[in-house]
């Protein structure tokens, strides 16, 4: 089955404790995008990668990092998580861009407290 | 991207047809428009995207109008579990960086 695969589901963490939240595509699609949604402020874009090696910043990008090592997979990496990165996240693929039609995870929901 | 405007809500009967209208008057000539869904806290799920003509897939129609300044989308029997936030999205051709979502419609489905 296509699908994109975000782990964990949900995790609680302590602010300072780096962690990694994962996403994987099995559709060879060479667009990947990161982005978090909070009440009141909807979908917000972090980070996206183009192709593997090739990656940029989307609209909210502090305190999170990403790469893009293989195709398949774009980890994204809180170095040092605080309670205002308390969200819930979605990963997302395309074929190609941004308007070949997204295909998104089914989220992460992070607490840090 | 061109900015789109839909309403903040809408119900609709079970079994009936569910229109969701869409305004994007500042679409240019090469901006598809595209329309996706989420249910309650799942990952949005696209629906369906056009160009000029109308479209229709298994999930729903989209009517754009002949000067593109406006679409429709169109559940044909809406169930219960096609309550949801729909996003109407012109994201512009060849858009490197990403979908940008508004707000959506609610549309709930009423038993």
């Known amino acids: 089955e296509a699908q994109v695969t975000q782990n964990p589901r949900y995790l609680i963490t302590v602010t300072g404790k780096k962690l990694t939240v994962t996403c994987s595509q099995n559709?060879?699609?060479?667009?990947m995008s990161w982005y978090r949604q909070d009440p009141g402020l909807g979908l917000r874009q972090i980070y996206y990668s183009m192709n593997v090696e090739v990656t940029d910043k989307g609209d909210v990008p502090e305190g999170y990092k990403v790469s893009r090592k293989e195709k398949r997979n774009f980890p994204l990496i809180l170095e040092s998580p605080s309670p205002n990165q308390t969200s819930l996240y979605f990963c997302?693929?395309?074929?190609?861009?941004?308007?070949?039609?997204?295909?998104f995870g089914s989220g992460t929901r992070l607490t840090v407290v | 991207d061109a900015k789109t405007t839909q309403p903040t809500s809408m119900d609709c009967a079970e079994g009936r047809a569910a229109n969701l209208p869409c305004n994007h008057s500042?679409?240019?000539?090469?901006?598809?428009v595209y329309w996706y869904r989420q249910i309650h806290s799942q990952g949005p799920q696209y629906i369906i995207h056009g160009l000029k003509n109308n479209e229709t897939n298994e999930m729903a129609s989209l009517i754009i109008t002949e000067d593109r300044k406006s679409s429709t989308l169109i559940l044909p029997h809406a169930t219960l579990r096609d309550t949801a936030v729909y996003y109407c999205?012109?994201?512009?051709?060849?858009?490197?960086?990403?979908?940008?979502f508004g707000s959506g419609t609610q549309l709930t489905v009423l038993p």
């Open positions: 997302a693929s395309s074929l190609r861009d941004a308007a070949s039609g997204y295909t």
């Open positions: 999205i012109a994201p512009g051709a060849g858009s490197a960086r990403q979908l940008t």
């Open positions: 500042t679409i240019s000539g090469n901006e598809y």
């Open positions: 559709m060879n699609h060479e667009y």
